[in-house]
């Protein structure tokens, strides 16, 4: 059989880890695969670093077109990244018959129900296992290895730029700025780190996840995404004292009045395997009825593993691409047909349980007081800490940390109730409130 042509829009880390691991591997590939896989075009406004990269291997070409045009070409990989170029592009490449490979969480977490639906009404396969937690396979485990299951809730690790800030906030007892600017010295955070550390590139893996899981359409502008900005050092402190460890996670759960999708810093215990994943690492765990808890993890990010990914969906379009499109995986684990309606649930609906840090006056009656605007509002406490009093105005005034974790409610009564602790003359400063996720 002659080898599937393909053709990669963009090339540059990824790309060049494609390039070289299917040199590297292509005997055990074409085995695998049942055919060859040639890379027989690449695009790059660069040419020079295009060639640095690919030799004479493969024609390289400046306009993307001229590989979405090429009619023997059978799959276009995008790794361009970014949402408007990447979509034009991306709907051309469907419309002009080719199957489409893209590690662009955020493209399809956005537009993600436009291009499936292209690409179902053009009989082709958009494969994106590159798109969420690099390397490691959870698309593949969310849409093949547990079709079995009704799937309850998942969580992971999925940004790999700020579980390395958190790693380093922790062991050396760091603030965030100090740790984000080593980051970026040492090339791991990017100049612009904005979608990492404000959690909206977890957010964009956490919405594939959840329809993926639940069988409902991306749901990307419903989602609630908090990042690391405002974490504190001492917070990290007091979390460890308590037997938790901070993370940032990916979460969405299934519940009887809908979907929870929201990205936060959370306290999860420390025993929890998922609570050791330290550095760039990611993983991701799901529980599933049948099969109950799993866990995948590896590396998140970089240039073979994620190549890892991207060829592994170019062996399965090489298998598939003769199927008839309705014997294929579906896009987003269920048949296009058949996804469901449920929406994710406003945050203010979200149940889960917190860490409360507050700064107090260290007077008699402070801890009564906030114990008993909880009670009245059901809130049941499950650990206090009250830190010894240091002495901060210049009046002499005490001022203590009462640091408070707090079993499950619903978020919105976990705002009245702040609204009212804020606002006592005893309390000296904003409250911070980070959500604790036992993963049990
Ligand atoms: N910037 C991401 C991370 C990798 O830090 O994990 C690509 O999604």
Do not use: C
């Not at 023997?72 to 002009?96: F, H, N, Q, S, T």
């Not at 760091?174 to 740790?179: A, E, R, S, W």
């Amino acid at each position: 059989m002659k080898p599937v042509k393909v053709g990669l829009l963009g090339i540059g880390t990824v790309g060049s880890g494609v390039f070289e691991v299917l040199r590297r591997n292509q005997e055990e590939i074409t085995r695998r695969a049942g055919r060859g896989i040639e890379i027989s075009a690449v695009s790059r406004r660069d040419l020079e670093k295009a060639r640095a990269i690919v030799g004479d291997a493969a024609r390289v070409v400046a306009d993307p077109r001229d590989i979405i045009r090429d009619p023997e070409i059978e799959i276009v990989v995008e790794l361009i990244g970014g949402y408007d170029l990447a979509r034009e592009l991306v709907l051309e490449a469907i419309a002009a018959g080719k199957h489409v490979v893209t590690a662009n969480k955020a493209l399809l977490a956005v537009h993600g129900t436009e291009i499936f639906a292209a690409a179902q009404a053009r009989g082709v396969m958009v494969a994106f296992e590159a798109a969420v937690a690099g390397g490691i396979p959870i698309i593949k485990s969310l849409r093949e290895g547990l079709t079995a299951n009704r799937i309850q809730w998942l969580a992971g690790i999925i940004n790999g730029t700020t579980n390395f800030i958190l790693s380093e906030m922790r062991d050396k007892g760091l603030d965030f700025d100090t740790v984000l600017k080593q980051a970026q010295a040492l090339g791991y955070a990017e100049a612009d780190p904005t979608f990492d550390i404000e959690g909206i590139d977890a957010a964009h893996k956490a919405t594939l996840m959840s329809a993926m899981a639940f069988g409902v359409p991306v749901q990307f502008d419903r989602a609630y995404v908090e990042g690391i900005t405002q974490l504190a050092a001492q917070d990290i402190r007091y979390a460890e004292m308590l037997g938790y460890r901070i993370k940032l996670l990916g979460i969405s759960k299934r519940t009887p009045e809908g979907i929870e999708l929201r990205v936060h810093p959370a306290l999860i215990p420390a025993k929890r395997l998922i609570a050791n994943v330290e550095g760039a690492m990611n993983a991701v765990v799901v529980q599933g009825d049948a099969v109950g808890t799993t866990l995948y993890y590896g590396k998140g990010a970089g240039s073979e593993p994620t190549a890892s990914a991207v060829i592994a969906d170019l062996v399965d379009i090489a298998r598939l691409a003769g199927a008839d499109a309705s014997q294929r995986v579906p896009y987003l684990a269920f048949q296009q047909h058949a996804l469901g309606d449920e929406v994710v649930l406003p945050m203010a609906q979200v149940v889960t349980s917190y860490y409360l840090r507050l700064r107090v006056a260290d007077e008699t009656g402070v801890l009564a007081t906030v114990t008993r605007l909880l009670a009245e509002a059901s809130i049941s406490i499950d650990a206090v800490i009250q830190r010894e009093a240091d002495q901060v105005s210049g009046e002499g005034e005490n001022q203590t940390d009462l640091i408070i974790l707090t079993h499950e409610t619903r978020e919105g009564t976990m705002n009245e109730v702040l609204a009212r602790i804020q606002a006592l003359p005893a309390v000296k400063a904003p409250i911070t409130r980070i959500r604790k996720e036992e993963l049990a």
